[in-house]
């Protein structure tokens, strides 16, 4: 915490995590980056509060309103994405009739490359913060404190009169550890958590098209050292807190820093479990070993495609063939897998999207967690959409506010919206929650309601009979088993998974007595 003498900011900060999908249980209602941002404030002076609104445990308006009364702030901070910034809209709305002259700060990935324009349509917002905010955010402070004008505030945007204005870019902190910790200073509260996120490094240098990573930080990464890590795990499990999230979008960077990294856990954090992401082509027999030691129970790689040529066209270097060796060997050593996809990409058929799909199930990776594949989303920033026709994709004709970027409304010139939403549709219906519900009877109704209602989208697909089949098997709707046995029959006729499916037993009977036994007969 921070010593009281050191509070000479004038300047409140008050943050809001607006996370309404995650139960706050989850590692996803860690607000780190207001967390990292808080923290650096505090080290210069200026006190704040983090507010959480979350999925089963929403932010009420009386706490807010209490907060904001109480605490009179100067800066009301959001961390913006587009799945949330309506909600924050409305907070932000509510804060300004509250108190008028606090000033709104939008940040996050959705703000980094929106438009200045954004700022006419989203009235209730004052700046958008371009650089970092443990950086940006306390040059605000003091210029509050000071009187001084926003423009002397680098990496932000902001209105003078109908005149939008682009300070500067703000200074980027090389060494990460010179940023204080949100864990080591209590600013955040593990409580409750099972696992914790945790971030080493910052930034990306891979040249993949579909994400803005590497353009937001420059084609650089940065990191904390290993000790900064190590200290953070420690003050962690003093909490109860044994499982860790490595979120960092370049975890393994390079092999040297992974293996230190894990030689470190082993020696000073043994009994630690962890996620982490890493490229395929770093992992042999001893780094497998190594991470096995270190704690690893799940290790997901980026896959986005299984078809060579898309992946070509998204500048992802990866060779599927070689990938599912690697998928093979981590599985033997006893860890889970997941696999990062997209479909919808550029020059992508509905063939190649099914293709990942079954590339995946053939890889025996559950599609749960981070497996669940999702439509390719079209963010502020990324490459594509420097020149989206280059790329095949057709924006949907709808209007939309300047905040709000082409996200998921598009089609590309190789699949139609429709059948972009049915791969949608396909993904969903293979699931590990469906199958848990198959093989424990569970649901049935659910499951069986799901399939029928979206009988066109998923009718190309083996699995939709077979899943019907063992749903009406187990409520005895024999003839309609026997309906979906026979399409399967029919149409995925040489489908080895279909081949199987049909040579299995099946279990189905009906009762009629045909005779009473004399004394002595035997019963086969």
């Keep these: 915490m921070m010593n009281a003498e050191k509070q ?11 996370n309404e999908w995650a139960t706050i249980d989850s590692p996803d209602t860690i607000p780190i980056s207001q967390g990292y941002a808080l923290a650096g404030l505090r080290k210069q002076g200026y006190p704040g509060t983090i507010l959480g609104d979350y999925k089963g445990s929403p932010l009420s308006p009386r706490l807010f309103r209490e907060t904001l009364l109480n605490e009179r702030p100067s800066v009301l901070g959001f961390s913006v994405y587009e799945e949330n910034i309506n909600r924050v809209r409305v907070w932000a709305r509510y804060a300004k009739y509250i108190l008028p002259e606090i000033l709104v700060v ?3 990935p959705q703000i980094t490359f929106m438009p200045a324009l954004a700022l006419h349509h989203f009235s209730e917002a004052d700046i958008l913060c371009r650089g970092e905010a443990e950086t940006v955010l306390p040059a605000l402070g003091r210029a509050l404190d000071r009187q001084r004008p ?6 932000i945007t902001f209105l003078d009169g109908e005149r939008t204005i682009d300070t500067p870019p703000a200074h980027v902190v090389e060494d990460l550890d010179e940023l204080p910790s949100p864990y080591l200073d209590d600013i955040i509260d593990p409580a409750g958590k099972t696992r914790v996120i945790l ?4 930034g990306c240098t891979s040249p993949c098209t579909f994400c803005y990573t590497t353009r937001a930080s420059g084609k650089k990464v ?3 050292s290993t000790a900064r890590v190590i200290a953070e795990i420690k003050h962690l499990r003093q909490k109860g807190i044994t499982d860790f999230w490595f979120a960092d979008p370049n975890f393994a960077y390079s092999r040297k820093r992974l293996v230190e990294l894990a030689e ?3 020696d000073h954090c043994p009994g630690i479990t962890f996620w982490c992401q890493t490229r395929y082509n770093l992992i042999d027999g001893d780094l497998l070993s190594l991470l096995k030691k270190a704690g690893v129970h799940t290790i997901a790689f980026g896959l986005e495609s299984a078809d060579p040529d898309v992946l070509k066209k998204i500048n992802k270097g990866l060779d599927p063939e070689k990938l599912s060796a690697v998928i093979a060997q981590v599985q033997g050593a006893g860890i889970t897998v997941e696999l990062f996809s997209l479909f919808g990409l550029p020059g992508e058929s509905f063939a190649q999207a099914q293709k990942t799909l079954d590339y995946v199930k053939a890889s025996k990776v559950s599609i749960g967690g981070n497996s669940i594949s999702q439509q390719l989303h079209l963010f502020f920033g990324i490459p594509m959409l420097d020149d989206p026709g280059s790329h095949g994709i057709v924006p949907t004709l709808i209007t939309k506010p300047a905040y709000q970027s082409l996200c998921r409304d598009f089609a590309t010139d190789s699949m139609t919206a429709d059948e972009i939403e049915q791969m949608s549709i396909i993904w969903r219906l293979n699931r590990e929650d469906f199958a848990e519900n198959l093989a424990t009877g569970t649901g049935l109704f659910e499951v069986a309601g799901f399939i029928t209602s979206h009988l066109d989208a998923v009718a190309c697909r083996p699995e939709t009979d077979m899943m019907l089949s063992r749903i009406y098997l187990a409520l005895e709707e024999y003839e309609a088993a026997h309906g979906c046995l026979a399409r399967l029959a029919e149409k995925f006729a040489g489908n080895p998974e279909v081949e199987k499916f049909l040579a299995r037993p099946i279990t189905c009977y009906t009762f009629k007595r045909r005779g009473v036994a ?3 007969c035997r019963i086969i």
């Design 8 to 18: 000479t900011g004038a300047s409140r900060f008050l943050f809001v995590h607006v």
């Design 222 to 224: 940065r990191f904390h």
């Design 199 to 202: 971030l080493t490094s910052r």
């Design 264 to 266: 470190n856990i082993i």
């Design 106 to 108: 939008l940040g996050g």
């Design 518 to 520: 004399a004394p002595g």
């Design 150 to 155: 926003l423009t002397e505030v680098p990496g």
